[in-house]
Each structure stands twice: as C-alpha cells, then as structure tokens.
C-alpha cells in the first residue's frame, strides 16, 4: 500500500511542478520523506494504517508549531503550517463529523464500562485505533472528558 500511495504522491509533485506550485510540490516531498524513512526504519513496507498515522502525526507537529508561532505572533509562519496540513490531509481518510465521533465514543464507554475520568484511559485506548487519521485525538478527549464528568 504505501508505495502506490508514495507513487501517487509523487504523481502530485510533478503535477505541482508543472503548474508551478512549488510551496505544494515542496509538501509533498516531506510526506514523501517520512514515508520513506519509516519504512527504512521498520525495514519493510508500511501498512495503510502505518501510512495514515505517519500522516496525522505530521499533522499534529504542525497544529503545534501553529500554537507556537502565533504565540510568538509569527502569523506568515504560522499560515505557511496551515496550509502544510491542508496539503497533507488530501492524503489522509474523510474526517469523522463531530457528531459521529461523539456517537463512537458514548459506544466505546459504554462497551469498557467507564463510568468516571479514571477509565479515560480505558476509552482512549480503545477510541484510538478507530479514529487514527479521521479525527483530532485531542478534540476526541476533550468530548471522553465530557462524557466521562
């Protein structure tokens, strides 16, 4: 799976160098990158949802970043992160809508047996796998806290 999904990548770079899109085609290469260096890293092939984490934690990074520089009122900065995670989800699974998401997560509770904060860990454990490159694991807590209170 990852090297059709690196190929297609790559499709993308030389379709944005071709139209001249060099902030995209640059991008693309970073996720090219990572990719590459887990595989070389796990000594195989990476699975599809190998793929997927490798791409949200990219994702992540640059939520991060964006904290930090507007902090540090980088606003430029802080938008050339933004647009990064807008190339890079093209890549990555149709997001889980809010209300979807919320719906798994009163199932997960109530398929562990949570019943107060404590077994937040319990539900996160469970709720990850299902929702790797779909939805924020930091929104998704907050809605575990919630529920959990």
Request: avoid cysteine; glycine fraction near 4%; proline fraction near 3%.
């Amino acid at each position: 799976m990852s090297q059709e999904l690196i190929s297609s990548i790559q499709e993308e770079v030389k379709i944005s160098l071709k139209s001249g899109d060099k902030f995209k085609a640059s991008t693309l290469r970073l996720i090219v990158s990572e990719l590459k260096l887990e595989e070389k890293n796990k000594s195989s092939e990476l699975t599809s949802e190998e793929s997927v984490t490798i791409m949200a934690k990219m994702i992540k990074q640059r939520k991060d970043s964006i904290t930090q520089f507007e902090l540090a009122n980088r606003l430029e900065l802080a938008q050339k992160e933004k647009n990064e995670i807008g190339i890079i989800q093209t890549f990555l699974p149709e997001q889980i809508p809010d209300a979807d998401l919320s719906s798994l997560i009163e199932k997960i509770i109530k398929e562990t047996g949570a019943e107060s904060i404590k077994d937040m860990g319990k539900v996160m454990g469970a709720l990850k796998p299902k929702i790797v490159g779909k939805a924020d694991p930091g929104f998704a807590s907050s809605i575990v806290k919630k529920l959990l209170s």
